[in-house]
């Protein structure tokens, strides 16, 4: 009992010095930063874009240029001699001017040889002409001359070469015309100093 005495005011003592426990240990403060919740500022789209809009530089480009007026081959001129066999119209207005004479002179001759007319054939030549008679080459003097040695000049042969060729094919350069590989030449010489007007005659002829 003596020592329940003593030992009583020592216990009550101690009791009272306890510290007091928090009422709530979930209502203390926490270390966690606070959440935040987006204004409507920060939601809200940029001005001026729309939520499709393209970044500059990554719209797709077309592969090609768009056609270009008026370039189309298909449109495009064709040669002025595509629209005869050769072009030989084409060549003498060129290089030895209007081509009407040339082609007169050519109808002529074969019209004249043909019919085996002489004189007309004999017509058509500038004398001196040269000929070629037997394989050999010489000059003419005149339409008589050539009128008398007209079959050895105009052989079965050179007839046919005459009557085939045509007009269109004919090779020109500026030296005149040319039949077959060069058995009928057929040039012009100037009749004034301009050379407004030309003398278109057969030259050469022979095989």
Not at 73 to 94: H, L, Q
Not at 116 to 143: E, F, S
């Amino acid at each position: 009992m003596r020592l329940i005495t003593i030992l009583l005011p020592t216990l009550m003592l101690a009791a009272c010095s306890q510290p007091t426990p928090p009422a709530n240990e979930a209502a203390a403060p926490s270390t966690s930063p606070p959440a935040t919740t987006p204004t409507a500022a920060e939601d809200a789209p940029q001005a001026g874009l729309s939520p499709d809009v393209v970044e500059p530089g990554s719209a797709p480009t077309p592969d090609t240029a768009p056609p270009v007026a008026g370039t189309d081959s298909a449109a495009a001129p064709a040669d002025a001699s595509s629209g005869t066999e050769g072009g030989a119209r084409e060549r003498i207005t060129k290089l030895l001017g209007d081509a009407a004479p040339y082609e007169s002179v050519f109808n002529q001759l074969q019209r004249g040889v043909a019919a085996g007319d002489r004189a007309a054939v004999a017509g058509l030549m500038r004398y001196p002409v040269r000929v070629t008679i037997g394989g050999k080459d010489q000059n003419l003097a005149d339409a008589a001359a050539f009128q008398r040695d007209y079959d050895k000049i105009v052989t079965p042969t050179l007839a046919r070469l005459i009557a085939g060729q045509k007009f269109d094919t004919l090779f020109v350069n500026g030296q005149g015309v040319m039949l077959g590989q060069g058995e009928v030449w057929i040039n012009g010489t100037c009749l004034d100093k301009e050379c407004t007007k030309t003398d278109v005659k057969v030259n050469n002829i022979g095989q």
